[in-house]
C-alpha cells in the first residue's frame, strides 16, 4: 500500500524547515527510529539528550513528551523517516540507533542503581533486541568482525562479572 504523497510532503516540509547539521537532533532521531516503544525521559536524559528533544522538527507535534514519554505524532512519522526513498536525506541510520541503545542499555543493567525504574525496564526488556540489530548489521553489511566481537565480550563480561560475585557470595566460608 503506498503511502499519501501529502502525508510525505507535510512531514518533508517539516524536516527541510530544520537545521540539518545538528548532530545531536540526528542522534535522538535516530534513536527514536531504534526504539522498540516510546523511551521514558529517564532514559533521554540518561542519554544526555533531554535538552535537544525542543530541537526535534515540529517539536509539540510531530514529536513530543507525553506522560513522561518521548512520542511520535504517528507511526506514519516512523515509516516515513526509516524509509529513505521517502524521506531521502531525513531518513533516521537507524543501525546507529540501535548501537547507541545498545550501549545505553548495557551501560543501565551494570550499574544497577535504579532497579525500578524506567530506563531499567526498557533495558531488561530490549536490551537483547539492540544487541542483536547492531551485531548482525555489522556482521552482514561489511562491517568488521572484532567490533561486533568486542562488543560480544563487553557484554558477556559485564553480566558473568555480577554472576560469578553473586556465586561467590553465596558459597558458605
Known amino acids: 500500500l503506498e503511502p499519501p504523497a501529502d502525508v510525505d510532503a507535510a512531514y ?17 532521531i535516530d534513536i527514536v527510529l531504534a526504539s522498540r516503544e516510546p523511551l521514558s525521559s529517564a532514559h533521554v536524559d540518561r542519554l544526555r539528550l533531554r535538552e ?13 513528551e507525553r506522560d513522561h514519554l518521548l512520542q511520535t505524532l504517528h507511526l506514519s512519522l516512523r515509516e516515513f523517516l526509516g524509509d529513505a526513498k521517502r524521506s531521502s536525506e531525513h531518513a533516521a541510520d537507524v543501525f546507529r540507533g540501535h ?11 551494570k550499574r544497577g542503581d535504579d532497579e525500578k525504574g524506567p530506563a531499567v ?15 548482525e548489521k555489522m556482521l552482514h553489511e561489511g562491517g568488521d568482525e572484532t567490533i561486533a566481537i568486542d562488543v560480544m565480550k563487553e557484554w558477556s563480561d559485564a553480566f558473568m562479572v555480577e554472576r560469578e560475585e553473586k556465586e561467590a557470595s553465596m558459597i558458605p566460608e
Open 12 to 28: 518533508k516540509l517539516w524536516f527541510d524547515r530544520t537545521q540539518k547539521d545538528d548532530e545531536e537532533v540526528r542522534r535522538l
Open 99 to 109: 548501537r547507541e541503545l545498545a550501549r545505553s542499555c548495557l551501560d543501565v543493567l
Open 52 to 64: 535537544t528533544c525542543k530541537r526535534l522538527p515540529g517539536w509539540g507535534l510531530l514529536f513530543e
Open 121 to 135: 525496564a526498557y533495558s531488561l526488556r530490549h536490551a537483547h533486541v539492540h544487541l542483536t540489530e547492531a551485531v
